[in-house]
Structure formats: C-alpha cells, structure tokens
C-alpha cells in the first residue's frame, strides 16, 4: 500500500534551518509530483512546495518562495524540504502529499503521519 513517512522535524531556534525527509513506498515514486504542506494550530492546511515527477520543475506559493526549498531523489524514493532562515510563524506540522491515478475516476491524495516543526527560541 501507498507509504508515506515524513521525518526531520523538530525544535529549531528562529534563523535556523531545518532538512525534512518524506520516505515514499507503494507506487513507482518518479512518475509523480509531490507536494509539502504545513498545518499550524488553528489554522487550514497550506500548500508549501510543489515538485514535478523529474524534479526538474518546481513550484512555491509566494508566501513560501526565498526560504524553501523542495528536492526529491527517485533513486531513494525521498522527496525533501530544506527550510532556512525559520521564523516561530513557520512552527506547524509539515505533511508530505501526493495524488495518484489509479485509471478513469480513480485519483486518489495520500498523506503521511506528519512531522512537527517548533521554531522558538
């Protein structure tokens, strides 16, 4: 079944940086975009990274662009997120995410468990 395992969290004080790591298994790991997504309390989910099948497109909403960087290796299955210059605003948990289609009306989002990233001094 489709894995998803997001590690690398953890508590960083606020102008550090952060590497997280999201293990896939399950599916053929380089046909497919992947995403990150980060979750603070009280607050919706938001899109942070984009990354295409190859890796060699990449995509930030402009809240996200400058500090984040979205990588992925297809020989390790392992997309990853390097964050630099963190800010306590950037404490959330950070979800890898991506969307598969399985045949005609059969698209499907998986999601992994989470990692927390604390920014605080």
């Known amino acids: 079944q489709v894995q998803l395992v997001e590690s690398g969290g953890g508590l960083v004080q606020p102008g550090g940086s952060l590497r997280l790591s999201c293990a896939a298994s399950g599916f053929t790991f380089s046909s497919w975009p992947m995403k990150w997504y980060r979750q603070a309390p009280g607050k919706e989910r938001e899109l942070v990274a984009v990354i295409s099948s190859t890796g060699g497109s990449t995509n930030y909403p402009d809240s996200m662009k400058g500090r984040f960087t979205i990588s992925r290796d297809n020989a390790k299955n392992t997309v990853y997120l390097q964050m630099n210059s963190l800010k306590p605003e950037d404490t959330a948990v950070y979800y890898c995410?991506?969307?598969?289609?399985w045949g005609p009306g059969r698209s499907y989002g998986y999601w992994g468990q989470g990692t927390q990233v604390t920014v605080s001094s």
């Open positions: 995410n991506t969307v598969l289609n």
